[in-house]
């Protein structure tokens, strides 16, 4: 699955929210979304990079519930709005919290967290390439989030 953070518009994110309950209409506005974006900068993608950044800001897992806020709220941490996979959305309020906590995180913390990764149901490589790749979509999430909180927008993370 490949995962997708994009910085929504109030308009969005309304019709998001109010959609919440309806799968069908959720993927629809997705669809649109992804289809008339064109804000490289309020937009990042993960490629795969997002199940390891997820692990190494939380708890080791993939569980959205997993690890303490506001990190855990980076990936899959949030409201989710789809039963099928993931749309999870972070509130504007949120994402300045995330943005904050992830301008703490350097290197060497990213690789002390990537390197107790301890879980069997993890499919990276967990050698030094796969850290490098997780580490250069970390470093585009950081700077994500601060771009994402200067514009005050919620965000919707996608890995579908």
């Known amino acids: 699955m490949?995962?997708?953070?994009?910085?929504?518009?109030?308009?969005?994110?309304?019709?998001?929210?109010?959609?919440?309950?309806?799968?069908?209409?959720?993927?629809?506005?997705?669809?649109?979304?992804?289809?008339?974006?064109?804000?490289?900068?309020?937009?990042?993608?993960?490629?795969?990079?997002?199940?390891?950044?997820?692990r190494c800001v939380t708890d080791g897992t993939l569980d959205p519930d997993g690890g303490v806020y506001p990190l855990s709220h980076a990936v899959l941490g949030g409201r989710h709005l789809h039963d099928d996979y993931y749309v999870v959305y972070v509130s504007a309020a949120e994402v300045r919290d995330v943005a904050d906590a992830l301008r703490g995180a350097d290197r060497t913390w990213l690789r002390r967290r990537f390197e107790a990764i301890d879980d069997p149901g993890y499919d990276g490589a967990h050698d030094?390439?796969?850290?490098?790749?997780?580490?250069?979509?970390?470093?585009?999430?950081?700077a994500f989030y601060e771009r994402a909180a200067a514009a005050e927008r919620a965000v919707i993370f996608t890995a579908t």
Do not use: M, P
Not at 129 to 140: A, C, I, P, R
């Open 2 to 54: 490949l995962g997708v953070h994009f910085a929504i518009t109030s308009e969005q994110e309304r019709s998001l929210l109010a959609a919440d309950d309806d799968g069908d209409t959720v993927a629809e506005l997705l669809e649109e979304i992804e289809e008339s974006w064109d804000d490289d900068a309020l937009k990042v993608d993960t490629d795969k990079a997002w199940d390891a950044i997820h």
């Open 128 to 142: 030094n390439g796969d850290f490098e790749y997780t580490w250069d979509n970390f470093v585009d999430v950081q």
